[in-house]
């Protein structure tokens, strides 16, 4: 398991996430999250909706990993979609998720 999935743990295990597009999306309009992480799986539908309401409400968006590997990471079967509710893990997670970016356009 890499960082990215073992700070999600550590975070979701603090109370600090939601998960679940419903939960997700009332977290972001409500001002809650910091960090939104969308499935690469996630329908376009999905990426779609989740990408416009980000950038509405100012909150970074990522898309990252499997609906396995983020449901895993969380401790449970699978999500498309979660939400960081703390700014430092949703900092953390980020700068991580930026470093993974840069490696895989280096990569191409």
Known sequence: MNKIFSMIGMATKA???VSGEFATEKAVKTGK???VIVSEAASDNT???FRNMCSYYEVPMYTYGTKVDLGHSMGKEFRASLAVTDE???KSIEKRLIEAERI?????
């Open 15 to 17: 109370g600090k996430t």
């Open 33 to 35: 999250a910091f960090l």
């Open 47 to 49: 990426k779609k909706m």
């Open 88 to 90: 430092g893990f949703a």
């Open 104 to 108: 895989a356009e280096v990569a191409e």
